[in-house]
T-cell receptor, first 116, second 116 residues
Framework: GAVVSQHPSWVICKSGTSVKIECRSLDFQATTMFWYRQFPKQSLMLMATSNEGSKATYEQGVEKDKFLINHASLTLSTLTVTSAHPEDSSFYIC????????????FGQGTRLTVV | AQTVTQSQPEMSVQEAETVTLSCTYDTSESDYYLFWYKQPPSRQMILVIRQEAYKQQNATENRFSVNFQKAAKSFSLKISDSQLGDAAMYFCAYRPPSGNTGKLIFGQGTTLQVKP
């Protein structure tokens, strides 16, 4: 399968600072990328969907100004958690897919964010 | 709205035995995709098997097979000859028909324990 690389794998930041997470498709063009959040032993909750060159579509209840998503190229999307607080601590996962109805979505390895 | 339900939070199986994980979903669409993903302790999401709703034949991937009952909106996963490496959290997922962004809707997950 295709490879999606997510960086960093884990990050610790101070409350009030911002942190950026990158998601790259290494061997295919990712028309669409998805950002999920996962709490321990729970399911993946979709935060937003981004298409290259367009503004992200956020799911209900997700703060657009807190979770900034940029999908500037067909191989890179970034999630920036702004003014992070301890309650933002979580596991964040990206996935990417090519165009076409049968295209698979491939997942990054995830980023564990801890806000202290 | 489409929903995916996994009613078994935890399951256990003896090594080399067979186990079935349940999944039901709700949709008014006739053409869609269903998936089972495995999330081991590393938390990397791994695609186990996929099923296209228009195909009547149940998908099979080595020791993994599904029982797809479209009318009942049921999509169970059978793992044969269970191995210690099968221990993980398993997620059932639904993807709407083509033309959509391709976002996945996940069930709550089932934690599978494999006993030696």
């Amino acid at each position: 399968g295709a490879v999606v690389s997510q960086h960093p794998s884990w990050v610790i930041c101070k409350s009030g600072t911002s942190v950026k997470i990158e998601c790259r498709s290494l061997d295919f063009q990712a028309t669409t990328m998805f950002w999920y959040r996962q709490f321990p032993k729970q399911s993946l909750m979709l935060m937003a969907t981004s298409n290259e060159g367009s503004k992200a579509t956020y799911e209900q209840g997700v703060e657009k100004d807190k979770f900034l998503i940029n999908h500037a190229s067909l191989t890179l999307s970034t999630l920036t958690v702004t003014s992070a607080h301890p309650e933002d601590s979580s596991f964040y996962i990206c996935s990417a897919r090519d165009s076409g109805p049968r295209a698979e979505a491939f997942f990054g390895q995830g980023t564990r964010l801890t806000v202290v | 709205a489409q929903t995916v339900t996994q009613s078994q939070p935890e399951m256990s199986v003896q090594e080399a035995e067979t186990v079935t994980l349940s999944c039901t979903y709700d949709t008014s669409e006739s053409d869609y995709y269903l998936f089972w993903y495995k999330q081991p302790p590393s938390r990397q999401m791994i695609l186990v098997i996929r099923q296209e709703a228009y195909k009547q034949q149940n998908a099979t991937e080595n020791r993994f097979s599904v029982n797809f009952q479209k009318a009942a909106k049921s999509f169970s996963l059978k793992i044969s000859d269970s191995q210690l490496g099968d221990a993980a959290m398993y997620f059932c997922a639904y993807r709407p028909p083509s033309g959509n962004t391709g976002k996945l809707i996940f069930g709550q997950g089932t934690t599978l324990q494999v006993k030696p």
